[in-house]
């Protein structure tokens, strides 16, 4: 990413220090090259929220990106999950995402591996505070696929080794 | 014509006013306007709203010959958007005056279309960051106040977030 593009990031996002945002705006009104570049910015931000709304994505997301969907008024499915726990779960046509909540000891966890059927995903985003991991499918794929069984291991890593925190089943069935 | 050229022609015109000049300062500044709109008060409507007032304000300042340095024609439509943004968390109303005396051509300040990412591209890419990566992305663009959760301090956040959009963009343009 070039310097600039970082700054424009910064600038969006309300990074810059209050007298180089002040600068740089300044700037940006005498550049139509700073102009364009923000403007595509600012799209691939809204090609990126409208493609998360429309269930194309998956992610381990944080609690506050929860609660905003939440207060969004988007209808979420919970599974609250224990170590060793097995559900019955689906999604609904008039579900807009099934989020997963993977209790599991993470005080003093520092990295955090989420294995599945599908591959091993590493360093998952987590919140020791509340001890979850918050899985999310991408709800689009999901609502197309029959019945199938999910099981999905945390790991913790810890400098060359690591240990199981809690393994998880999610028998799917269409809705 | 540059900046400075525009605001004389303009001034020049008076009351007899120059539209082709006029027209031509609204589709240059609007998208400037627009995105500090955006930035600042992170809604599209008052981002609208904002264009419009800004532009009745600088044309009435051109017209009536009042502007004094029109090589600073950028840094006075900046502090106008200033000026606007501190007025509406303030609550003044100046605007329904301003409104019924001026008209600006609709067309010169609507938004430009925005360039369109192709969904199923996009979510490959999204789906090519790391696990951080992506949810701290996905925050970012879907509620700025998301990411603070992530066990990740803001200087993380930032970190991972310049890095996970030039992987983006650079993908994006790959396609």
Redesign the interface.
């Known amino acids: 990413m070039s310097a600039e593009l970082a700054t424009l990031v910064d600038y969006w996002f309300g990074d810059l220090p209050p007298d180089r945002e002040g600068a740089f705006e300044e700037h940006l009104f005498g550049c139509v090259e700073c102009t364009e570049k923000l403007q595509e910015l600012v799209a691939l931000g809204a090609a990126v929220r409208n493609a998360w709304r429309a269930g194309a994505v998956r992610a381990v997301i944080s609690h506050a990106l929860f609660d905003a969907m939440k207060k969004e008024g988007l209808r979420l499915r919970e599974y609250p999950m224990v170590p060793g726990g097995s559900v019955n779960c689906t999604i609904a046509a008039s579900d807009d995402f099934v989020v997963s909540r993977l209790s599991a000891p993470l005080a003093g966890v520092r990295r955090v591996d989420l294995v599945t059927d599908a591959g091993r995903f590493e360093d998952v985003p987590f919140d020791a505070a509340t001890g979850e991991v918050l899985m999310c499918p991408a709800p689009a794929p999901l609502k197309r696929r029959g019945a199938f069984t999910h099981r999905v291991r945390l790991m913790a890593v810890e400098g060359t080794g690591e240990r199981l925190l809690g393994e998880y089943t999610f028998e799917h069935a269409p809705s | 014509m540059q900046?400075a050229a525009l605001a004389r022609a303009i001034a020049e015109a008076g009351s007899d006013i120059d539209a082709a000049a006029e027209a031509e300062l609204c589709r240059r500044?609007a998208?400037?306007v627009r995105?500090?709109g955006?930035?600042h008060l992170r809604d599209r409507q008052a981002a609208a709203d904002l264009v419009q007032q800004v532009l009745m304000m600088t044309l009435e300042r051109l017209r009536a010959g009042k502007l004094r340095d029109p090589e600073r024609l950028?840094?006075f439509?900046?502090g106008t958007c200033r000026m606007v943004c501190m007025d509406q968390r303030r609550g003044a109303a100046r605007r329904q005056g301003l409104l019924e005396e001026w008209v600006v051509p609709e067309e010169a300040v609507e938004d430009?279309e925005?360039?369109?990412?192709e969904?199923?591209r996009?979510?490959a890419c999204?789906?090519a960051l790391?696990?951080?990566e992506?949810?701290v992305?996905?925050?970012?663009?879907?509620?700025?106040?998301?990411?603070?959760?992530?066990?990740?301090s803001?200087g993380n956040v930032?970190v991972i977030?310049?890095?996970a959009?030039?992987k983006?963009?650079a993908c994006?343009e790959a396609a």
Not at chain 2, 114 to 117: I, M
Not at chain 2, 137 to 152: D, G, T
């Open positions: 900046d500044f998208p400037r995105l500090y955006l930035r950028a840094s439509v900046l430009a925005p360039r369109v990412f969904r199923e996009l979510a999204l789906e790391s696990e951080r992506r949810s992305v996905i925050a970012s663009f879907f509620e700025e106040n998301s990411i603070e959760k992530l066990s990740l803001p930032r977030r310049h890095r959009l030039g983006l963009r994006m």
